[in-house]
């Protein structure tokens, strides 16, 4: 069926169409913007299971919002049939630009480090592609690399799996597959989407796929860079566990290769200002951030390739005492400053590089509190450590605590000025006016990082009180009163310090691991007793027989020591 109008979106032709779907270039007629409609084939309307996968995958796409991954705008039904309107890009997908080589080998592998920075994201809020392929990969005018087509991805939550796929179904491109995706779709991880991007390498540098017995790509090319090689090999061990542990170690490594090459000259100039003496240490790896603010740079020094993050402020303002103080401190919770310099135009800070990424990009998920309150407390520890050496964060919000390998938190930034995409014109949701930029205030974003992780959403308040939300009213009652203590508006009311939080923090968790510990202590209780009474009774035997009184509490002191009963 071919259609003039959708909704609110006017037909201007066909893209594509393929097994499932029918691809049309729309007109937002609201907006007069054009769009991408994605219909799903009146034929497969009839499969529950594939009409469940098509508005999972518009579920999915909706919660993603990255550079690196289409936008998902809207869905809805019509004529009985399921759509999902996206973003229109202007550009071409990667199986028609690896098919006539219209990039330099650098600028393939920027789209491949490009396309890691997105699925990166996806893994980091539980969801794995599980269809990577050049063909779901499409490059825009200005040689950005773009995810799409999550139809088949798999949404992880804790460790129940949303898996729309029926039992014993393949789901996915069977040559891009990893080999426990061929399996066994309950063995699926991130890995999976590692592989695929293994093959799609190989691909891109030798004109084939890497089936069976395949040639090494220094096989067919003696001149390919063994570095290289060795990254996509990699990517394409068997085992899962040999492959690279994220997206965003591959991306690293990628990066490493890469050198800088995909930055423009005038990117790379303006990196070095201020720096030009780190020039023969260092090499410019990735432009991480570029706000009006500031930037952020990713570079590796040269000697050890230790990656290190450069964080620089186009003024000198709040934050360079502060910033000199942690460069003489360390802490397990505090991102570690290595150096710092300033002057009226230009303030620079040197720091460790923490390659998981912040909360913020896994905030499309919602927490349980035991998971929320983990994290607070290392948040915690990490603010209270600072206050106890004059320091005070008062900035304290998702984007400026960070993740490591091991899943433990950092906390970045202490003393900057607020600062936003767009030169402050959002609100600051983690900042109560009333106390400023001190202890209390760091303890009231804490409360409310703690809210959002948990319900999804920024608190909202009439006045001093905060509006019902439904998540956080079903939560157990100390939960609730250690949250709103930290968010109190009464200075008086609110924890007069960070250890007294984690203090209540540390009995609530504790608490929660308590049955189990007691019933095992139950179990070991009732053993001792089943035995002490079952000695009793072979002991007044044992003594009836033989009358041996002494060789009898002989026995009985032993065992009441074995159980710590006895000193």
Same mark, same amino acid.
């Given at each position: 069926?071919?259609?003039?109008? @959708?909704? !609110?979106? +006017?037909?201007? $032709?066909?893209?594509?169409?393929? /097994?499932? =779907?029918?691809?049309?270039? #729309?007109?937002?007629?609201?907006?007069?913007?054009?769009?991408?409609?994605?219909?799903?084939?009146?034929?497969?309307?009839?499969?529950?299971?594939?009409?469940?996968?098509?508005?999972?995958?518009?579920?999915?796409?909706?919660?993603?919002?990255?550079?690196?991954?289409?936008?998902?705008?809207?869905?809805?039904?019509?004529?009985?049939?399921?759509?999902?309107?996206?973003?229109?890009?202007?550009?071409?997908?990667?199986?028609?630009?690896?098919?006539?080589?219209?990039?330099?080998?650098?600028?393939?592998?920027?789209?491949?480090?490009?396309?890691?920075?997105?699925?990166?994201?996806?893994?980091?809020?539980?969801?794995?592609?599980?269809?990577?392929?050049?063909?779901?990969? @499409?490059? !825009?005018? +200005?040689?950005? $690399?773009?995810?799409?087509?999550? /139809?088949? =991805?798999?949404?992880?939550? #804790?460790?129940?799996?949303?898996?729309?796929?029926?039992?014993?179904?393949?789901?996915?491109?069977?040559?891009?597959?990893?080999?426990?995706?061929?399996?066994?779709?309950?063995?699926?991880?991130?890995?999976?989407?590692?592989?695929?991007?293994?093959?799609?390498?190989?691909?891109?540098?030798?004109?084939?796929?890497?089936?069976?017995?395949?040639?090494?790509?220094?096989?067919?090319?003696?001149?390919?860079?063994?570095?290289?090689?060795?990254?996509?090999?990699?990517?394409?061990?068997?085992?899962?566990?040999?492959?690279?542990?994220?997206?965003?170690?591959?991306?690293?490594?990628?990066?490493?290769?890469?050198?800088?090459?995909?930055?423009?000259?005038?990117?790379?100039?303006?990196?070095?200002?201020?720096?030009?003496?780190?020039?023969?240490?260092?090499?410019?790896?990735?432009?991480?951030?570029?706000?009006?603010?500031?930037?952020?740079?990713?570079?590796?020094?040269?000697?050890?390739?230790?990656?290190?993050?450069?964080?620089?402020?186009?003024?000198?303002?709040?934050?360079?005492?502060?910033?000199?103080?942690?460069?003489?401190?360390?802490?397990?919770?505090?991102?570690?400053?290595?150096?710092?310099?300033?002057?009226?135009?230009?303030?620079?800070?040197?720091?460790?590089?923490?390659?998981?990424?912040?909360?913020?990009?896994?905030?499309?998920?919602?927490?349980?509190?035991?998971?929320?309150?983990?994290?607070?407390?290392?948040?915690?520890?990490?603010?209270?450590?600072?206050?106890?050496?004059?320091?005070?964060?008062?900035?304290?919000?998702?984007?400026?605590?960070?993740?490591?390998?091991?899943?433990?938190?950092?906390?970045?930034?202490?003393?900057?000025?607020?600062?936003?995409?767009?030169?402050?014109?959002?609100?600051?949701?983690?900042?109560?006016?009333?106390?400023?930029?001190?202890?209390?205030?760091?303890?009231?974003?804490?409360?409310?990082?703690?809210?959002?992780?948990?319900?999804?959403?920024?608190?909202?308040?009439?006045?001093?009180?905060?509006?019902?939300?439904?998540?956080?009213?079903?939560?157990?009652?100390?939960?609730?009163?250690?949250?709103?203590?930290?968010?109190?508006?009464?200075?008086?009311?609110?924890?007069?310090?960070?250890?007294?939080?984690?203090?209540?923090?540390?009995?609530?968790?504790?608490?929660?691991?308590?049955?189990?510990?007691?019933?095992?202590?139950?179990?070991?209780?009732?053993?001792?007793?089943?035995?002490?009474?079952?000695?009793?009774?072979?002991?007044?035997?044992?003594?009836?027989?033989?009358?041996?009184?002494?060789?009898?509490?002989?026995?009985?002191?032993?065992?009441?020591?074995?159980?710590?009963?006895?000193?």
């Amino acid at each position: 069926m071919e259609f003039k109008k @959708i909704g !609110d979106y +006017e037909i201007v $032709g066909k893209i594509g169409a393929g /097994g499932m =779907a029918t691809v049309y270039k #729309g007109i937002q007629t609201s907006l007069n913007r054009p769009v991408a409609i994605k219909v799903l084939s009146k034929i497969m309307t009839e499969n529950k299971e594939i009409v469940e996968r098509f508005k999972q995958e518009a579920l999915i796409i909706a919660r993603l919002t990255h550079p690196n991954i289409i936008h998902i705008i809207d869905r809805g039904i019509i004529d009985g049939m399921h759509y999902f309107v996206m973003d229109y890009i202007e550009g071409k997908d990667f199986v028609t630009i690896i098919k006539n080589k219209e990039f330099d080998s650098k600028k393939m592998v920027d789209i491949v480090v490009q396309v890691c920075k997105g699925l990166s994201y996806a893994h980091k809020n539980g969801v794995i592609h599980r269809d990577i392929k050049p063909a779901n990969i @499409i490059v !825009d005018r +200005e040689g950005n $690399g773009m995810l799409m087509d999550f /139809g088949i =991805a798999q949404l992880r939550t #804790g460790n129940v799996d949303s898996n729309l796929t029926v039992n014993g179904a393949l789901m996915g491109t069977l040559a891009y597959m990893s080999p426990e995706q061929k399996t066994d779709s309950g063995k699926v991880t991130p890995s999976t989407d590692i592989y695929s991007l293994g093959v799609i390498m190989y691909e891109m540098f030798t004109a084939a796929k890497p089936l069976g017995r395949f040639k090494l790509p220094t096989e067919i090319n003696p001149k390919f860079p063994k570095p290289l090689e060795n990254i996509i090999l990699k990517c394409l061990e068997q085992s899962p566990e040999d492959r690279y542990s994220s997206a965003d170690e591959l991306k690293d490594e990628l990066l490493k290769i890469l050198k800088g090459a995909h930055i423009k000259t005038e990117k790379r100039e303006q990196a070095f200002q201020g720096i030009t003496k780190l020039e023969d240490k260092f090499s410019l790896l990735d432009i991480v951030r570029e706000t009006t603010y500031g930037m952020v740079y990713l570079f590796e020094r040269k000697e050890d390739r230790h990656l290190m993050v450069i964080k620089k402020f186009r003024k000198r303002g709040k934050g360079l005492t502060e910033s000199r103080i942690l460069s003489k401190l360390s802490h397990d919770n505090i991102v570690k400053v290595y150096g710092v310099s300033g002057d009226e135009k230009l303030f620079i800070v040197v720091m460790e590089y923490m390659n998981e990424g912040s909360l913020k990009e896994r905030l499309i998920r919602k927490y349980t509190w035991q998971e929320a309150f983990k994290i607070g407390r290392e948040i915690g520890n990490g603010v209270s450590f600072a206050h106890k050496n004059r320091v005070i964060h008062g900035n304290l919000r998702p984007s400026n605590i960070l993740f490591n390998e091991a899943g433990h938190i950092k906390v970045s930034d202490f003393g900057l000025e607020e600062h936003y995409s767009e030169g402050g014109a959002e609100d600051n949701w983690y900042h109560n006016p009333k106390v400023g930029q001190s202890e209390r205030g760091d303890i009231y974003s804490i409360g409310v990082i703690l809210y959002e992780m948990i319900t999804g959403s920024i608190p909202v308040w009439k006045g001093n009180q905060l509006k019902q939300n439904d998540l956080f009213d079903i939560l157990p009652g100390r939960i609730q009163r250690i949250i709103l203590r930290m968010m109190e508006w009464d200075t008086a009311k609110q924890y007069p310090n960070i250890d007294s939080a984690i203090y209540e923090i540390d009995i609530l968790i504790g608490a929660d691991q308590k049955p189990e510990t007691a019933k095992k202590k139950s179990r070991i209780s009732a053993m001792t007793v089943l035995l002490f009474f079952l000695l009793l009774a072979v002991g007044g035997f044992y003594l009836f027989v033989t009358k041996n009184i002494e060789f009898y509490m002989e026995l009985i002191t032993n065992l009441l020591k074995s159980y710590g009963l006895l000193k």
